[in-house]
């Protein structure tokens, strides 16, 4: 089950997120998941992933498909140095979900930021 937080700070249940958390006051992201339920995209390299323009996206409206974050990538200062700057986001079936760049987002978060630069790919 999933939580959906409404604009009066009320969860909502998300059908179609599979297993997870439903919130039940206002949080960082939409919902904590486990998992990709979305079809394979086919993009696996930062080279395929640049093709996808980066955009401003809210914290509150993705769902993570992961429910576990290393530490250690969060407070690492090169944790964009080998990587693509941009968290990557998969939108499907209107649900944004937080493929790469947990770290990032949950950095953005920190620093008090609703809005988090990301790829989004959007699958129909």
Avoid: N
């Amino acid at each position: 089950m999933r939580g959906r937080v409404d604009s009066g700070g009320v969860a909502r249940t998300v059908r179609g997120c599979g297993r997870g958390t439903l919130y039940t006051r206002p949080v960082i992201f939409k919902a904590v998941g486990e998992g990709r339920p979305y079809p394979d995209h086919g993009l696996t390299t930062p080279a395929q992933w640049s093709d996808v323009p980066p955009r401003q996206v809210r914290l509150d409206e993705l769902v993570t498909t992961k429910r576990t974050l290393d530490l250690e990538a969060l407070l690492a200062e090169d944790s964009t140095f080998y990587g693509d700057l941009f968290a990557h986001v998969v939108e499907h079936k209107g649900i944004m979900y937080l493929e790469d760049g947990l770290h990032r987002a949950v950095r953005a978060a920190l620093h008090q930021r609703a809005l988090l630069h990301a790829r989004v790919l959007v699958l129909t």
